[in-house]
C-alpha cells in the first residue's frame, strides 16, 4: 500500500517566512542582523557616505517655551547641508541625520529638506509611538526595535554630532559618544559640539567630574560649546575639513570603489 500524500496545508512554511519562529527568541539574532544589514543596503544605494547626527529633545516644539533651539536646529541643519552639497560626487558628505521623530529631531531633518538635500532619520518604536517626521528623505526612513542597533548606525557612519536640550535619550546617546571617544573605540575624530552652552552647564557639571578625578582635565576637549547656528557651523566647517576630508579610511564605505562597505577597525 502506498504512502499517503500529506494535504497542502501539512507543509510547515520556510523558516524566514515563519512569522511565529521570526518573533520568538530564538530568531532574536536573526532580528538584530536584519537591522544591520537593512539600513547597510539602503545607505549603499543612496551612496551616504557619511552623517552629522543631531540629537536633541523629541518635545521641543516650533512654538514652545524652548522654541529657539528648534529654529536654530532647523538653521543649522540647513547651512551644513548646503555647503556640504558642494563634495557632492560619487557620495554624499556629512548628511544630516536625526533620530527621526519630533522636536529637534524633525527640526534637523526639516533644515536639510530645505536645502533640498538627503536627510536620515534613524526612527525606533517606543510605548509611546514615536513617528518619523515628514522631513525625512523616504528611502533614509528607518524604524528600530533594538536601541543599540540604533547607536550603532548613529556612531558609525557620523563624522560630527551637534547635541541640543535634550533629557534621558538626549544624555544616553551623548554620554555613549563621549565615551567611544574618550576610549578610542572610534576609527575616526568625531565633532561633538553641545548647543546651549547655558543648558548644559546647569545640567551636566563637567568641571566637577574633573575636581574628583572621574574624567581627566583633557576630557573636556572632547566637545566644544555654541549658542547660535552660526557659531555651530564654523565649529563643524572647520573641523570636518580637518579631520574629515582625508583619502577614506576604514570605516567610511567605499562605495565609489566597491558595493562593500570596508572592515572597519573598531566599533
Avoid at 256 to 266: A, G, L, T, V, Y
Wanted: one cysteine or more; hydrophobic letters at 40%; aromatic letters at 12%.
Amino acid at each position: 500500500m502506498s504512502n499517503p500524500t500529506p494535504p497542502e496545508n501539512a507543509r510547515r512554511p520556510i523558516a524566514y517566512l515563519d512569522e511565529k519562529f521570526m518573533n520568538s527568541p530564538d530568531a532574536r539574532a536573526l532580528r538584530i542582523l536584519a537591522e544591520f544589514l537593512e539600513p547597510l543596503a539602503h545607505f549603499r544605494r543612496e551612496k551616504i557616505r557619511d552623517t552629522v547626527v543631531f540629537f536633541g529633545s523629541a518635545r521641543l516644539t516650533e512654538d514652545g517655551p524652548l522654541a529657539r533651539y528648534y529654529h536654530e536646529a532647523r538653521e543649522l541643519a540647513r547651512l551644513l547641508t548646503q555647503w556640504a552639497d558642494q563634495f557632492t560626487n560619487s557620495t554624499y558628505r556629512f548628511v544630516v541625520c536625526s533620530g527621526g521623530g519630533p522636536g529637534i529631531m524633525e527640526a534637523a531633518n526639516r533644515g536639510a529638506h530645505d536645502a533640498k538635500g538627503k536627510t536620515v532619520g534613524l526612527n525606533i518604536g517606543l510605548p509611546f509611538e514615536q513617528l518619523p517626521n515628514p522631513y525625512i528623505t523616504p528611502e533614509l526612513s528607518f524604524e528600530f526595535h533594538y536601541f543599540f542597533m540604533r547607536k550603532f548606525w548613529f556612531a558609525y557612519l557620523s563624522k560630527a554630532l551637534v547635541v541640543f536640550p535634550g533629557g534621558y535619550g538626549t544624555m544616553d546617546e551623548l554620554m555613549e559618544l563621549l565615551t567611544l571617544s574618550q576610549t578610542q573605540k572610534l576609527a575616526k575624530k568625531i565633532t561633538i559640539v553641545l548647543y546651549g552652552s547655558a543648558y548644559w552647564k546647569e545640567i551636566i557639571n563637567f568641571d566637577a567630574l574633573v575636581k574628583y578625578q572621574m574624567i581627566s582635565p583633557e576630557d573636556l576637549n572632547l566637545f566644544q560649546y555654541a549658542d547660535d547656528p552660526q557659531t555651530a557651523f564654523e565649529m563643524l566647517k572647520t573641523a570636518l575639513m580637518a579631520h574629515a576630508m582625508q583619502p577614506e579610511t576604514p570605516e567610511t564605505p567605499s562605495i565609489s570603489k566597491s558595493r562593500h562597505f570596508q572592515k572597519p577597525e573598531s566599533l
